[in-house]
């Protein structure tokens, strides 16, 4: 890898076949009924992704420092912060909105609850919490309940730079 910012189409185009099996399962195509599988495929290709920008700035590092390189982890923290935060408070804080409009004062409030979880990035634990199988679902019982897999991918996140840290 050249740089940390090379596009790549191979990685494009995994990218567009999980969302096509998660927009095809939603959809209740019977062939497509694996949507938990383009959901592990986004998780497979950021862990990639991510990991490939850590060895790339680990070993600019060690061009520079005489073979020592390291990672920085405040960096790598902020870069996720700047990238993700944003666009999470934007949907979390409008969602609450438009169901405090649209809904009663009960549900509205405890979606705004849930919404919490979504933006702390715990909702997978909120779920389990709740005793919830995503899998028997009659009605969806979370406007927030699609940030699980953010949320498992945000705690790999949190942990995964530690790996490359040295003790």
């Known amino acids: 890898m050249d740089s940390v910012k090379s596009w790549r189409k191979d990685i494009e185009g995994l990218r567009g076949i999980a969302v096509l099996l998660v927009v095809a399962n939603h959809l209740g195509i019977g062939l497509f009924q694996g949507g938990f599988v383009g959901v592990d495929v986004f998780f497979v290709i950021s862990g990639f992704v991510i990991t490939q920008q850590m060895i790339y700035e680990y070993r600019a590092s060690s061009k520079k420092n005489n073979g020592f390189g390291r990672i920085s982890i405040i960096g790598f923290y902020l870069r996720r912060i700047r990238r993700i935060i944003p666009a999470s408070f934007f949907v979390t804080a409008s969602v609450i909105l438009l169901e405090y409009i649209a809904s009663n004062v009960l549900k509205a409030t ?4 849930e919404g919490l979880w979504a933006f702390s990035f715990l909702m997978n634990w909120h779920l389990i919490f709740q005793s919830l199988d995503y899998f028997h679902l009659g009605k969806t ?9 953010l949320a498992v991918e945000e705690q790999y996140y949190l942990l995964a730079p530690i790996a490359f840290a040295e003790l």
């Open 110 to 113: 405890q979606n705004a609850v």
């Open 141 to 149: 019982p979370s406007n927030f309940i699609h940030f699980w897999s």
